[in-house]
C-alpha cells in the first residue's frame, strides 16, 4: 500500500496545522474546512475504512472519540454542541483511505446533512 497524504502528515514529511498528538493519534486542521472549527482526528497506525476495523482496533477506534471530546473541552465548544462524522467510502464521502473522524463546530448544524440531494438507486436495503 503506497503512503496516504496522513502517512506523510504522521511522518512530518508534509506540513499540517497539528492541533493535538499522543502516541495513538493526531489530530490537525482541515485544509478545506466545513465549518469555523474542523480538525481531523487520526489512528497513527493506518486502517483503511471503518469497512476495516478490527476487533483489536477498539482501544484506538474510541479513543479517536476521547480526543474529540477533549478537543470539544480545550476549545470552548463542548457545551454548545459539535459534530463528529466518520466517512466510508466512495459514496461516503471518504476521499483519504486513512481512517479519519471529522470534528466540526462553531455553527448551528442540522439535520439531515445533504437533505436537497436525492438518493441513488444503489440497492440499499431497508428493512
Keep these: 500500500m503506497s503512503a496516504t497524504i496522513f502517512d506523510k502528515i504522521i ?13 495513538l493519534s493526531l489530530a490537525f486542521k482541515d485544509i478545506n474546512p466545513q ?11 493506518r486502517i483503511a475504512t471503518i469497512n476495516d476495523i478490527q476487533a ?4 484506538v477506534v474510541g479513543h479517536l ?19 463528529v462524522v466518520m466517512n466510508c467510502n466512495r459514496d461516503g464521502g471518504q476521499t483519504v483511505y486513512h ?5 466540526l463546530a ?15 438507486s444503489s ?3 431497508h428493512e
Design 11 to 23: 511522518a512530518k514529511e508534509i506540513p499540517a496545522d497539528i492541533v493535538y498528538e499522543d502516541e
Design 35 to 45: 465549518a469555523p472549527f474542523h480538525v481531523l482526528i487520526i489512528p497513527k497506525r
Design 56 to 59: 483489536e482496533d477498539r482501544e
Design 65 to 83: 472519540y476521547v480526543v474529540a471530546a477533549r478537543l470539544a473541552q480545550q476549545y470552548g465548544f463542548a457545551d454548545d454542541g459539535y459534530r
Design 99 to 103: 481512517l479519519h473522524l471529522h470534528l
Design 106 to 120: 462553531g455553527l448551528t448544524m442540522g439535520w439531515p446533512p445533504f437533505a436537497n440531494q436525492k438518493p441513488k
Design 123 to 125: 440497492g440499499v436495503k
